[in-house]
């Protein structure tokens, strides 16, 4: 994607993006017959990669890591994603789509400038077909000093 200054001079900024980890979760849809039930329903990029900059100037580069909700998809096992830091946080259904980490880069391929971790709670369902309150618990942000 380009974006240009027709009428102030300013030189055109860049962007691309760069997609890793798709997945794909079983359809839990109660109203579909389960021999009729696939792996239908799309969670999404695991991994996204923004590259972004002007002319002949370095790109920046920033990372976001998403929960998927893959967890007991299908009654499978426990599935959790890990962050830069080495924790591990359970890859909730309820939590898809949310932002785990996004770290920036002073430029492509350069030292981390700045990250987020985000953690959050699930709550139990109070029935099976109600859905789940959640919320973040944890923030944890570093920066990089000069």
Do not use: C
């Not at 794909?24 to 009729?36: A, C, F, I, K, M």
């Not at 030292?111 to 959640?134: E, K, L, M």
């Amino acid at each position: 994607m380009s974006v240009s200054d027709p009428t102030g001079g300013s030189p055109g900024t860049y962007t691309s993006y760069a997609y890793g980890g798709a997945a794909w979760h079983y359809d839990d849809n109660e109203v579909v017959q389960s021999q009729y039930r696939t792996y239908g329903q799309w969670r999404g990029y695991q991994n996204v990669t923004t590259y972004a900059g002007t002319g002949a100037d370095a790109k920046t580069k920033t990372q976001t890591s998403y929960y998927q909700g893959m967890s007991n998809d299908n009654n499978s096992t426990d599935v959790t994603v890990t962050d830069s830091q080495g924790q591990h946080h359970e890859d909730a259904n309820p939590l898809a789509g949310r932002v785990l980490e996004t770290t920036a880069y002073t430029y492509s391929g350069g030292p981390v400038d700045h990250s987020s971790i985000f953690s959050y709670w699930v709550s139990a369902p109070v029935s099976s077909r109600t859905a789940n309150f959640t919320g973040q618990v944890e923030d944890w942000t570093r920066q990089a000093l000069t």
